[in-house]
């Protein structure tokens, strides 16, 4: 853990809140798991001055078997983070960096990886500003979609109706 913390203040420096957005989009940390990234990020969301906001997602199944609803209760699934999908509590401030889970619009440059910075959180939609090379500055608005990852070994299919963002100031090696 310290090790850990060593590593954040030298990528973001200890005055966090004092970088501007365009040093923040430029950096990132490299992380083995999904876990560490979540926990990471979380670590250093804690750090920025603004208040957390929380979205919880809404989780269902797919399944064949109809005794898979009892079997698999809302806090087992709300466990689940596969890779790709957003977890089921997203804690995000003004001011953080993120990472788009899906391609929304090319056009607009709303592609899977692009980065953005968020400058509005509201229940029902995020507004953010594109600081990635593709379209910077343009301003989106994202609202929650359903996500259903297939290649989960999973014996159902997990629905996830989330903001299809997360913090990205730590990725997985293979998100890089």
């Given amino acids: 853990m310290v090790l850990e913390e060593n590593l954040i203040e030298a990528i973001y420096s200890e005055n966090l809140n004092d970088m501007d957005v365009e040093q923040l ?3 990132v940390i490299l992380a083995p798991t999904n876990k560490k990234t979540l926990e990471m990020n979380r670590s250093i969301i804690a750090k920025l001055q603004d208040e957390p906001h929380t979205f919880y997602s809404s989780d269902s199944i797919i399944s064949e078997d109809q005794n898979d609803m009892q ?5 087992f699934l709300h466990d689940l983070t596969p890779s790709g999908m957003q977890p089921p509590a997203l804690m995000l401030k003004k001011g953080v ?3 788009l889970l899906r391609n ?3 056009k607009q440059g709303l592609c899977n990886g692009t980065r953005l910075s968020i400058t509005g959180l509201h229940e029902n939609f995020i507004r953010a500003k594109i600081v990635s090379e593709c379209n910077p500055g343009g301003v989106v608005f994202l609202a929650r ?4 990852p297939s290649d989960v070994n999973l014996p159902f299919v997990l629905k996830r109706r989330q903001f299809p963002l997360i913090p990205a100031y ?3 090696i293979n998100k890089s």
């Fill in 25 to 27: 989009a430029k950096r």
């Fill in 71 to 75: 079997d698999y209760p809302h806090g």
């Fill in 97 to 99: 960096i993120a990472m």
């Fill in 104 to 106: 929304l619009n090319p």
């Fill in 145 to 148: 979609i359903e996500l259903a």
């Fill in 170 to 172: 730590v990725m997985t």
